[in-house]
T-cell receptor, first 109, second 115 residues
Framework: TQLLEQSPQFLSIQEGENLTVYCNSSSVFSSLQWYRQEPGEGPVLLVTVVTGGEVKKLKRLTFQFGDARKDSSLHITAAQPGDTGLYLCADLGGQNFVFGPGTRLSVLP | DVKVTQSSRYLVKRTGEKVFLECVQDMDHENMFWYRQDPGLGLRLIYFSYDVKMKEKGDIPEGYSVSREKKERFSLILESASTNQTSMYLC??????????????FGPGTRLTVL
């Protein structure tokens, strides 16, 4: 059974700071997705990465997929209060639908 | 826009009650999913359905059943609610199951408390 770990579990930073959160898998990802869940809402897809070494950018968010396809990082530049939420990595590309426990990010104004 | 709606945002039930959680999607998606979300554990798959009247067990099906009589509707049933089923329940739908294009669209969740 694939297990996903995310770190840190909690992160509280000031507006304007940079941050990186991580996702690691016990086995190779079929494909990796990052979701963001805002309070009181369901998760919303941010990005899907498939190829080892792949880097994708979404405005101030940069997603990197490890060469071995077992880990990923999400870097946020100049964080804003609107970035507050729970960041989840997931492998929904195979027959198992697995989510990590999430990193809860709080960006203070 | 894809919309997934869940029948209740908050629900309080007593131990032993039968509980129905309803989910409706409006994008004609083949696949629908029920997850529960607990702090520190992330989302765990209870059941999913890839077609009407079809269902597959997820990682934690014990104590739950599901029903999919129409394509747009997927119901989660707790036959006899227990306190350890207190949780946030999330419904999702997708046009594909598996593969890199498997974006899941989620409802807002139902926070169930079993007393």
């Amino acid at each position: 059974t694939q297990l996903l770990e995310q770190s840190p579990q909690f992160l509280s930073i000031q507006e304007g700071e940079n941050l990186t959160v991580y996702c690691n898998s016990s086995s190779v990802f079929s494909s990796l997705q990052w979701y963001r869940q805002e309070p009181g809402e369901g998760p919303v897809l941010l990005v899907t990465v498939v190829t080892g070494g792949e880097v994708k950018k979404l405005k101030r968010l940069t997603f990197q997929f490890g060469d071995a396809r077992k880990d990923s990082s999400l870097h946020i530049t100049a964080a804003q209060p609107g970035d507050t939420g729970l960041y989840l990595c997931a492998d929904l590309g195979g027959q198992n639908f697995v989510f990590g426990p999430g990193t809860r990010l709080s960006v203070l104004p | 826009d894809v919309k997934v709606t869940q029948s209740s945002r908050y629900l309080v039930k007593r131990t032993g009650e039968k509980v129905f959680l309803e989910c409706v999607q409006d994008m004609d998606h083949e696949n629908m999913f029920w997850y529960r979300q607990d702090p520190g554990l992330g989302l765990r798959l209870i059941y999913f359905s890839y077609d009407v009247k079809m269902k597959e067990k997820g990682d934690i099906p014990e104590g739950y059943s599901v029903s999919r009589e129409k394509k747009e509707r997927f119901s989660l049933i707790l036959e006899s609610a227990s306190t350890n089923q207190t949780s946030m329940y999330l419904c999702a739908s997708s046009s594909t199951a598996g593969g890199p294009d498997n974006e899941q669209f989620f409802g807002p969740g139902t926070r169930l408390t079993v007393l």
